[in-house]
């Protein structure tokens, strides 16, 4: 498979994956008493209120980027220590509900098909990847390292003194993880890959019966 061909295979899921997980955040929120999101025009399945233009293009160069972060007010929510909780879970929660709807079909129609270029195969494909990329953003988001969904979760099962010292390092976390990828590269090892490995051949085999990661 070409690379032209894979990015016209890869990029519906990679879209759909951003929008689910950013609209989740934002529906919860909504449902949990902040409207931030609704009146920033952000609780849509439309792909374009999503996208952060330099994060997609990231994707799709090295396959690591991000999505436009949907803005929440904690101070809205009726409970913002437990509510923040559960706006965080929404975003990874959805991918892996994303992931089992789109792994159903692959139990039916195999993998065996991936090896021909018929109508069924791209399709095939494509739901493969959208498997794999949604198991991926969701565990992928749950380390607990700020700005990840994983720190806001962490934070809000903490004791508040605790919690609010480690809101204090949310501004080293983006160089946290930058550096976990480039001492990764260095050392030809990849750091996150390793990690994520373990829950991508868990869920995927749960969802489909398969090991994606062993597929693509």
Do not use: C
Not at 2 to 14: F, H, K, S
Not at 98 to 112: E, H, N, S
Not at 116 to 127: E, Q
């Amino acid at each position: 498979m070409n690379y032209l061909t894979q990015l016209l295979l890869i990029a519906p899921p990679i879209l759909l994956a951003l929008t689910v997980h950013e609209y989740a955040h934002g529906m919860v929120a909504d449902r949990l008493g902040d409207p931030t999101a609704r009146y920033a025009g952000r609780l849509t399945l439309n792909p374009l209120a999503h996208l952060d233009p330099i994060g997609t293009l990231m994707l799709f160069v090295v396959h690591f980027g991000w999505a436009k972060p949907v803005p929440v007010n904690p101070y809205n929510l009726r409970n913002p220590r437990r509510d923040m909780i559960w706006v965080s879970l929404a975003g990874p929660g959805a991918n892996l509900a994303l992931a089992f709807l789109l792994g159903l079909p692959l139990r039916l129609l195999g993998l065996d098909r991936l090896s021909t270029a018929s109508f069924m195969d791209v399709v095939v494909v494509m739901l493969v990847y959208g498997v794999f990329i949604n198991i991926v953003l969701a565990i992928f988001n749950l380390i607990p390292i700020p700005p990840l969904d994983g720190s806001k979760i962490l934070a809000g099962l903490m004791p508040a003194e605790q919690a609010w010292k480690f809101e204090q390092f949310e501004r080293y976390g983006p160089m946290l993880l930058l550096g976990i990828i480039v001492m990764g590269s260095l050392l030809h090892i990849s750091i996150l890959g390793t990690f994520l490995r373990p829950f991508i051949s868990l869920f995927s085999y749960l969802f489909t019966g398969h090991n994606l990661g062993a597929v693509l």
